[in-house]
């Protein structure tokens, strides 16, 4: 498992990634102005926040000998399908513990995670974040084949991985000095976690997708658990996106997809950065984050998974 000791990280994605201007989507939000981080073009396996986390992972998978990663999520997770893709880049095997049954056709990450060389296993019917049993299992049979297996969380987020977007962070500090908020998906934490290190926790805005049964404790935990950084302050978790649970978003997400694609022609994914977006837009909304607020949206990538969910 990774510990909590970040090594220097093996580059794997792009940096800096850019910041653009989206004056569309912002007049349709109620806002001056409003920046994209576009994590969505971090360079490894088709992008995404994955990429800063497991530079920080794969170092440590490194130190420790490992030949296999072993990690898990959903059926469409894009922390597999960029384990699959650091795995391959790195000359590991990867093995992908995935929520539910295996589908009749193998689309979106799916068929990313199969092209990268990955093994895919089933956990069967569990919560996402259940599969603690057939992930050790997994684990234990790479050793009995001889290998030595890593793993990863759920989601690759550990305090070690956070430091990748502790980066990111100082990123947006020379790229946007006069930034007021910070709003990004939270899955398994770790994106949120680095924010705050980097940031502070009044700046950035968390929207919970459904993931953790506790979203607020991870992250806390994530942040206390990283070198030198003090313990956070009131975290701001919008839990109103969640719907009726992390596979089923809500109709605000929807709206909050095509509002970017018609708007900046920037695509979203329904789990996360659609519910993000319906996050910021609800913060906007009741006003707490205000019009004259310079406001950044983290992209944190996931177009793969956009199709490997039915159209509507």
Same mark, same amino acid.
């Given at each position: 498992m990774a510990t909590d000791v970040p090594l220097a990280p093996i580059r794997l994605g792009t940096w800096p990634t850019p910041v653009e201007p989206a004056p569309r989507l912002a007049a349709a939000l109620g806002l001056d102005i409003l920046w994209l981080k576009r994590d969505d073009l971090g360079g490894l396996g088709g992008g995404g926040n994955k990429v800063r986390k497991l530079e920080y992972t794969v170092a440590q998978a490194r130190a420790a000998g490992?030949?296999?990663?072993?990690?898990?999520?959903?059926?469409? $997770?894009?922390?597999?399908?960029?384990?699959?893709?650091?795995?391959?880049?790195?000359?590991?095997?990867?093995?992908?513990?995935?929520?539910?049954?295996?589908?009749?056709?193998?689309?979106?990450?799916?068929?990313?995670?199969?092209?990268?060389?990955?093994? !895919?296993?089933?956990?069967?019917?569990?919560?996402?974040?259940? #599969?603690?049993?057939?992930?050790?299992? *997994?684990?234990?049979? !790479?050793?009995?084949?001889? *290998? !030595?297996?890593?793993?990863?969380?759920?989601?690759? $987020?550990?305090?070690?991985?956070?430091?990748?977007?502790?980066?990111?962070? $100082? *990123?947006?500090?020379?790229?946007?000095?006069?930034?007021?908020?910070? !709003?990004?998906?939270?899955?398994s934490g770790g994106t949120m976690a680095g924010l705050v290190a980097g940031l502070g926790s009044d700046r950035v805005l968390g929207v919970d997708v459904g993931a953790l049964s506790d979203p607020v404790a991870t992250v806390t935990s994530l942040v206390a658990g990283m070198p030198g950084v003090p313990p956070p302050d009131e975290l701001w978790v919008d839990a109103g996106?969640?719907?009726?649970?992390?596979? #089923?978003?809500?109709?605000?997400?929807? *709206?909050?997809?095509?509002?970017?694609?018609?708007?900046?022609?920037?695509?979203?994914?329904?789990?996360?950065?659609?519910?993000?977006?319906?996050?910021?837009?609800a913060a906007v909304v009741s006003g707490r984050v205000a019009r004259t607020d310079v406001t950044v949206f983290l992209h944190s990538g996931g177009l793969p998974g956009l199709f490997g969910h039915e159209p509507e």
């Open positions: 490992a030949t296999t990663l072993v990690t898990t999520g959903a059926a469409q $997770s894009n922390h597999a399908r960029l384990t699959a893709a650091a795995a391959a880049r790195l000359g590991l095997r990867a093995v992908l513990v995935l929520v539910g049954d295996a589908p009749p056709a193998e689309r979106g990450n799916l068929l990313l995670d199969r092209l990268a060389g990955a093994e !895919v296993v089933w956990a069967g019917d569990v919560p996402i974040d259940g #599969t603690a049993e057939v992930l050790e299992r *997994e684990a234990q049979r !790479v050793r009995d084949a001889g *290998e !030595v297996p890593f793993l990863l969380p759920l989601g690759g $987020s550990t305090p070690a991985a956070a430091q990748g977007y502790a980066d990111c962070a $100082s *990123e947006l500090r020379a790229q946007v000095p006069d930034l007021d908020r910070v !709003v990004v998906a939270v899955g996106q969640v719907g009726e649970g992390y596979d #089923t978003p809500p109709a605000t997400a929807r *709206e909050a997809l095509l509002l970017a694609a018609r708007t900046e022609g920037v695509f979203l994914d329904p789990i996360y950065t659609a519910r993000a977006l319906a996050g910021l837009a």
